[in-house]
């Protein structure tokens, strides 16, 4: 009992069941979607700076381990040229240095990275002794280059810690070349020179050109890493070399304001340098909250989206499963509607037919039970196929012009006899003045006059009086039918011109019908390009009135609106055209 009750409800509140089992997972999702986007939002920065950070690390590893590697294999002198033990009694200091076979290895591994190279030695034939630097001109590949005392010094300062291992002959731990950038003018890299029992026998060393540095081997490290790093947004990307005074040394691009947001040491040389990198528009935390925004509202539209397409999925369903309901109402209520005067008929037929009646009058009231009902029959045949015809897009129209007026008195002279039958008086009010013309198709328009009529005897309970008004209002010719019967309420008032559509009340619940009339007329009128409203109170009366385009000349012509209707309004959607006022 209680599954039913539940089966019945879900049936009931398809659309806002199927809609909040949509709604609440989905907000859900959407919740748990801002939640990691707003994490995401407050972490993206760091690990954007920390990919930053690697890209620079990267640019320097490239520079800087070329720049050993070379300082390694441009220092390398062999010790042969190192003719020199100290302390040596025949020290003779144009022999202690092969100069030749030095200059001659100079040549052969050129750098020109280095400005300067140099050689050492401990010089001296007796305790103390003093250190001799021999410079090298890279440029004229010669000894005896011109050098400064400030050069003289510095290259005597970093060449000192090797010259102690000459005087101890101890061997050193690592070979690896060494770099004095205590003057920032003059960076030095040296390198010991060892014989075969690894001891020192002198040193080799060269000045770093800071231009050629920059130019010849960051600038072009930096263009080819930074597409690499940052492809879609290479050009964005500001890339600056600041010196040990915090002057700018380097950029790839013109720039304002700041030179970097993040930035990294350099190592090995340059050690007081930095490489920073920054983009143009936007702050790490600038660009992670676009992102953040921009999933989010990507996510916010997906999921409307997916809300809006569910809600129409919803709405057809729901929609046909209504239509369906109303479907098989029309079916019990047509049936009833075939039985109940059949059954008469046959009655009253038989007890003619036996000729058990004899009393005139009697027998004059049931032929005309027979007659009316049997009309009653046609009319609701004709609509019932009528309808079949609308919805197959089959029903045609014979369009010719016409007085409305001929059309409603002949109408009214077939459906007296119901009339009269059912105590009814009808009035017929016509203007003084003829009505202009109209185009129509005269037995569809009566058949909706006869659904109009037909209605207001049904729903007019016990007043029995019914007005039909012929008018004429811009630019219409108009056909009213008003009954002062059960009335309909101003929201049921736009329903009553769908199919199968029959307001559910008490007041109406005895009545027969199959809750087509209504729509065949809505459908009929709108074919000659005209439409019908509705002013209606409960307990008061309607009035429904048929609205006609007058023929003006301008109208089409009657063969072009002859045929097919080209758009059924008899869809699967229901249309409202119905106005209504109270
Ligand atoms: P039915 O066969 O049920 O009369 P209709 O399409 O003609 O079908 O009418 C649809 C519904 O509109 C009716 O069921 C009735 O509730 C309401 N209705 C139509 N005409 C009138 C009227 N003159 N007065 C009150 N209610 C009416």
Known sequence: MKMLKLKEFLRQHALWVGLIAVAIPLLAHLWLQ???????????????????????SQVLEKVIVYYEEKAEEVLNVPSTAFNH??????????????????????????????????????????????VTISF???????????VSREERSVAHAAAANWMAMIMTKSEPKSLRPTVDERDSKNRVIVKPIVDSNKHVVGVAGMFLDDQVF??????????ELTPRWFPDEYQQAIVTVLNQEDKLVFANQQYEGKAFEVGWPFQFIYTD????????????????????????????????????????ALRTASRAMKLSQMKADFVSNVSHELRTPLA???????????????????IREYGDYIETESRRLTQLINNILDFSKIESGQKTYQFEQTNVEHVVTDTLKTFEVVLEQNGFTINLEKPQQALPPVVIDQEAIAQAFINLLDNAVKYSGEAKEINVVLGQQAGFVTVAVRDYGVGIATEE???????????????????????LGLSIVKHIVEAHQGKVT????????????????????????PAQREGKDEESTFGSELQISGQTSH
């Open 493 to 515: 008032c736009e329903k009553v011109f769908e199919k199968f559509y029959r307001v559910g009340n008490v007041l109406v619940h005895d009545v027969k019908g199959s809750g």
């Open 214 to 223: 920059v130019k010849e081997y960051l600038s072009p490290a930096i263009s």
């Open 136 to 146: 090298y001109n890279p440029q004229s590949n010669e000894f005896g280059a011109k």
């Open 85 to 130: 033990t100290y302390p040596n009694p025949d020290y003779d200091p144009r022999t202690a240095i092969d100069f030749d076979q030095v200059g001659e290895y100079f040549t052969q591994h050129k750098f020109n990275g280095a400005r300067m190279l140099f050689v050492g030695i401990i010089s001296g034939r007796e305790e103390p002794s003093y």
């Open 273 to 312: 340098w930095f490489l920073g990198i920054r983009m143009r528009h936007m702050t790490e935390e600038e660009w992670s909250r676009r992102y953040f925004l921009i999933n989010l509202a990507f996510s916010a539209l997906t999921a409307l989206v997916l809300i809006g397409g569910i809600v129409m």
């Open 34 to 56: 801002y939640k990691s986007l707003s994490q995401l939002e407050s972490t993206l920065p760091y690990q954007r700076k920390a990919y930053m950070r690697k890209y620079l």
């Open 534 to 557: 509705v002013e209606s109170e409960v307990g008061a009366g309607s009035t429904f009135v048929i609205h006609l385009p007058i023929d003006d000349g301008t109208m089409p012509k």
């Open 344 to 362: 008469s008929i046959r009655v009253f037929g038989e007890f003619l037919k036996l000729g058990r009646v004899k009393d005139q009058l009697k």
